[in-house]
């Protein structure tokens, strides 16, 4: 925690402002309930092979010491974590091919592979590949002693404060990739969005659902890559980079926004279709990188008086 006048940046919570730590984990049934990323900052949802999708979540201001299953980096993880600066990178490993632009990278690799299984160690109850769990103040600690230093995490673009004014009341909002899929229900007595994932509650390791006041999808151009996993998928690049458009949730309505992104370096702008600054609610952050137009669920119409009488 950090002292009582410090938000963190990332969500506008009460929170120090500590070093930025990139976990991928990995997003197929048999990795959940997932453990750790209810505690992180931001999460983003990417596609990966097949179809299916895979988590990059951020940490700045807690640091679990269990955070997982840990999965392997992908192309599309450079992009997004250029404008966090020189970040902490936790996965589990990469394609051959791969690794050289994941050396290139303005990152410090603290991959599996680099590190002791007494950071990096295998959770017997669960079956591989999906039971790697990261220990990460013991990672955070050791990169330091070997005098990596981290950035601290700063803004990337999103803003606080109220929000825009022309939004659609909606009761849910379903994101879906060719072989996965989210639903964001609001809950007006909890005041954020309930998570699902494949048509039941998303739940994180100690039973409790996963939510945020915030919830962005972001449309953006998925391609093919150079690169391809080991049985021979091709993998997905989803392009964070140029400008498109976003749909905010927050207060339990859709706001049809603009986003734009000038390089990887640089944070996203979010802005109404007006040309305003599109805040986002205090609370952890979930980015849907997708190229499907979401699906809303709206509340039926209410009966008006006249019209019963009739």
Known sequence: MGSASEKNVLTNLPSKNGKVLAVKIDDTPPAHPQIGIGEADVIYIEQVEGGLTRLAAIFSSKYPTAIGPVRSARISDLDILAQYGKVGFAYSGAQSKFRPKIAQANLFDLGAEREPATIYSRD???????????????????AANENKVIDQV?????????????????????????????????????????????????????????????????????????????????????????????YLLRDG???????????????????????????FAPGQIWIALTDQAPKFEVPAPVESASSKSK
């Not at 017997?124 to 050791?142: D, F, G, H, Q």
């Not at 859709?254 to 599109?278: L, M, P, V």
């Open 154 to 246: 700063k803004s990337v673009g999103w803003q606080f404060g109220d929000a825009p004014k022309i939004g659609n009341q909606i009761i849910s909002a379903t994101v879906k990739w060719p072989a996965s899929r989210y639903k964001f229900t609001w809950s007006q007595s909890e005041k954020r969005w309930l998570i699902s994932y494949r048509d039941s509650p998303d739940l994180d390791a100690n039973g409790l659902q996963l939510g945020s006041a915030s919830v962005l999808i972001q449309l953006v151009s998925i391609t093919n890559s150079e690169y391809h996993d080991k049985v021979g998928g091709i993998t997905p690049f989803s392009n964070t980079v140029g400008s498109g458009i976003a």
């Open 124 to 142: 017997k109850s669960r079956v591989e590949p999906t039971n790697m769990i990261l220990n990460a103040p013991a990672l955070l600690t050791k």
């Open 253 to 279: 309505k859709a706001f049809k926004i603009n986003w734009k992104r000038d390089t990887a370096e640089s944070g996203t702008q979010f802005t109404t279709e007006t040309g305003e600054t599109a805040n």
